[in-house]
């Protein structure tokens, strides 16, 4: 590939020459990296995170595995947290994607981050083993989010194919996506080990990681959002629930509200080698999309995998 290593800093080079790669069904090249599949144009990302990231005691962590419901845990922990710093009428939230509300620090941190005030809320889809040690070994509250894996894979599918358009890349049809989904070769794949590592540390550590689950979510999102809460150390007064500001919360950051809005249908940013468009992180938000583009023996095989890899660790996908 041509276009491998370029624009990556030189001391990356050596190590990335000696990864395995594969094509995989993203618009760029994947390298395994301690066990776990990057795009090129995030892995330098990765390894400058492991090797300089600087933790405040304060700061809380946003994980998931991609297309698990971060783009909707990232506003609601921003407006929950911010309620009484912003009127609903003007809220950020309104002229600002969520991922320009809360960063990510899997991309070049440094120049986003350093100057934030503490609290910080960061954002990241690393998995936890490959967390720097400072991040590991602090005290920071982390939440996680997780998703059926079959609505993630075809919620992938999707996203990657708008990419590959926005991109000038051929799409990726289904089944082939499907395969390598099943083979873990896929964005920050594979699945299992990703969520099952968080599920670990939250039952290690039930203070310090919070495990959520996106289908629980959009069956209470009320609910949800007042653990949210309390875990953020912002528990909703009497007085706050009666005048329904987690209602109000809940609405601003629903599927419909977000989707519709100027900014997000709009907007496109750049990050290394690759453009994006907002409009692709809002698509159906529903449980169970998978039953319109997977065949019963495709979502048993998977279902076979996902019991066989997490089986046994009490949690279910
Ligand atoms: P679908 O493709 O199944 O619709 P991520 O934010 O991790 O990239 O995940 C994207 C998925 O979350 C997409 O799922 C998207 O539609 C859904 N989503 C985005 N914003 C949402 C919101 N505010 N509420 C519920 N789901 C949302």
């Not at 990681?209 to 009320?222: G, I, N, R, S, T």
């Amino acid at each position: 590939d041509p276009n491998r290593g370029k624009g990556v800093p030189e001391y990356y080079n050596d190590l990335i020459s000696t990864l395995p790669s594969h094509k995989g069904w993203e618009p760029t090249l994947l390298l395994k990296y301690q066990d776990f599949w990057f795009p090129e144009y995030i892995l330098p990302g990765i390894v400058n995170l492991q090797q300089h990231f600087k933790v405040r005691p304060s700061d809380l962590f946003l994980m998931s595995y991609p297309k698990s419901g971060t783009t909707w845990l990232k506003a609601l922990a921003f407006a929950t947290i911010n309620r009484n710093r912003y009127q609903l009428a003007n809220h950020p939230l309104l002229s600002h994607n969520p991922h320009d509300c809360i960063p990510v620090i899997d991309v070049d941190f440094a120049s986003k981050i350093e100057g934030m005030p503490s609290p910080r809320i960061l954002h990241s889809h690393c998995p936890f083993s490959l967390l720097p040690d400072s991040i590991k070994g602090s005290d920071c509250r982390m939440i996680y989010v997780c998703r059926d894996a079959r609505d993630v894979m075809v919620s992938d599918w999707f996203f990657t194919n708008r990419l590959r358009r926005s991109n000038g890349v051929e799409l990726v049809q289904f089944g082939k996506a499907f395969e390598l989904f099943c083979e873990g070769v896929c964005y920050y794949g594979p699945i299992w080990d990703h969520v099952l590592e968080y599920w670990e540390e939250s039952l290690r550590m039930p203070e310090r990681v919070l495990f959520l689950k996106y289908e629980e979510m959009l069956a209470d999102p009320a609910g949800n959002v007042k653990k949210l809460a309390e875990f953020m150390g912002c528990p909703f007064s009497p007085d706050e629930e009666k005048e329904g500001v987690v209602g109000e919360i809940v609405r601003l950051c629903s599927l419909e509200e977000l989707k519709n809005l100027e900014v997000n249908k709009r907007s496109e940013f750049i990050m290394p080698h690759i453009k994006f468009d907002y409009g692709s992180y809002f698509r159906k938000g529903e449980v169970g999309d998978w039953r319109n583009h997977m065949s019963f023996e495709m979502a048993l095989r998977l279902d076979g995998i996902i019991r066989e890899k997490i089986g046994g660790s009490g949690l279910t996908l």
